[in-house]
């Protein structure tokens, strides 16, 4: 079954953040780490850090909680992120990926 991911990168505890979704959430974070898209947001601002992600089944669920996110006050986002993830790290970093290895290969 496809799964559908909400997530908010950041530069650092704090920092700049980014509201995003994806049905690859790996591959999607990926690329934020590696600035695919160097003139993109994300890119400009190095919000390379994943801090906060929720899973959906159904991507319309998924799109209207992201609208939602979105539309947030920054210190309701930052109670939320603070709930799940109140040191601000990295969720990402044990991931099977190697960033180092790819960006080599590039």
Known sequence: MKRWYVYIMA???????YIGMTDDIEERIKEHKLKIRPKSFTAKYNCDKLIYFEEYEVDEKAIIRERQLK??????KIKLIEEM???????????????????NER
């Open 11 to 17: 530069n650092k505890p704090n920092g700049v953040t």
């Open 71 to 76: 539309k947030w006050k920054r210190d309701w």
């Open 85 to 103: 993830n109140p040191s601000w790290t990295d969720l990402s970093t044990n991931w099977s990926l190697d960033f180092n290895k790819i960006r």
